[in-house]
């Protein structure tokens, strides 16, 4: 099967590219806003197609069996830095890419959306993909929300769509990232001895492993078409919804020597709990997650062992996706749009 990867260079993309290429005829389609983001040599797949996602034309898409579609400024800090520009990354070029699929005789698109789309909601109730309200608070998730119910209207008889909203996502990657909570809150930890919460702790999140993402990809790719055709799945695992403070419980317990400090600085209004009963029942013999906050902390704690993670890996512009692009755009490195400079 012949799979193309759009946003294979992120922290996601990465992990993905190197599990799919032991199965399948994998080539990668990103522009490089983070491919020198890393902490440890990637893997590189030996086909690789250097284009902005908003530059996609219909060459770039013959001759796949399906296209699995990462590429985004991938969280709601990143989403704010210029909303326009959101709106085109990651709503408009999403859509325009699904349709291009389509017309090129791609089977199969998976759309890899978000949770953020439930925004502020009920704790007392978990969330589910079709009853439950949307409500998106950030350009990022009004888009990603926006983009996902625009994408499925293509899907007939030829064009399978299947959506996965991933929880917030942990876990090592060559390309990591340390503006995620989890990863955040044991980098912190690793680095300067403290668990820091800079809200009050009280926040819900759904967390999941990265691998564990990729799992669930692969079983949209692998279950029949009749299953998974036209359906939204959240990606977790059971009880995989947590407090901050549980997250943070969860570090000490790895790293028992250190302190969890509450700072107050951030009230985070976004709070939500979701329900991963559709995937973990109706794709059961094809998802299988095997990751929670213990197994992956230690594996994130190796990690940071092995590649002697500094406070300056964490706080800097490798693991930090808004302070990278604002590094280049200060640089000229990139324009204020995200363009490679000439």
């Known amino acids: 099967m012949k799979i193309l990867i759009t946003g294979n260079l992120g922290y996601i993309g990465t992990v993905c590219s190197e599990i799919f290429s032991e199965k399948y005829d994998v080539t990668g389609l990103d522009n490089g806003l983070y491919e020198d983001s890393y902490l440890k040599e990637p893997f ?7 284009k902005d996602v908003r530059d996609i034309e219909e060459k770039d898409l013959y001759d ?26 990651n709503q408009d070029a999403a859509i325009r890419l ?71 996502v942990f876990g090592v990657s060559s390309r990591l990232r340390c503006d995620i909570v989890y990863n955040n809150l044991l980098a912190c930890a690793f680095t300067t001895k403290k668990i820091i919460i800079k809200s009050d702790g009280s926040p819900w999140r759904p967390v999941v492993h990265v691998k564990d993402v990729v799992s669930a990809i692969q079983a949209g790719i692998e279950a029949p078409t009749e299953l998974v055709k036209k359906q939204s799945y959240n990606i977790g695992i059971p009880n995989g919804n947590f407090t901050v403070r549980d997250l943070a419980n969860a570090v000490k317990k ?7 400090e509450y700072t107050y600085e951030n009230k985070d209004n976004r709070t939500y709990k979701v329900s991963f009963k559709k995937i973990l029942s109706e794709l059961k013999n094809y998802y299988k997650p095997k990751w929670n906050l213990d197994n992956g902390g230690l594996e994130l704690l190796e990690f940071f062992k092995e590649i002697k993670l500094t406070k300056e890996d ?29």
């Not at 399906?66 to 085109?88: F, I, Q, R, W, Y």
């Not at 079709?130 to 929300?145: D, L, R």
């Not at 930090?320 to 995200?338: C, F, G, Q, T």
Request: some cysteine.
């Open 254 to 260: 790895i790293m028992p020597e250190c302190e969890i």
């Open 64 to 89: 796949f069996d399906c296209v699995v579609h990462l590429s985004a400024l991938s969280n709601d800090p990143l989403g704010e830095l210029n909303s326009l520009l959101t709106k085109e990354i």
């Open 314 to 342: 964490f706080l800097g512009w490798k693991t930090n996706r808004l302070i990278n692009l604002k590094k280049k755009i200060d640089k000229k490195i990139l324009s204020n749009s995200l363009r490679w400079q000439k």
């Open 44 to 50: 590189k797949l030996k086909k690789q197609i250097k």
């Open 98 to 168: 699904a349709n291009l699929s389509k017309k090129c005789g791609v089977k199969k698109f998976i759309y890899v959306s978000s949770q953020s789309m439930y925004g502020i909601s009920d704790t007392e109730n978990e969330l589910d993909e079709y009853n439950s309200k949307k409500n998106p608070i950030t350009e990022y998730a009004k888009t990603k929300w926006i983009a996902e119910q625009e994408i499925f209207q293509l899907d007939d008889s030829n064009f399978t769509v299947v959506a996965f909203r991933p929880s917030t």
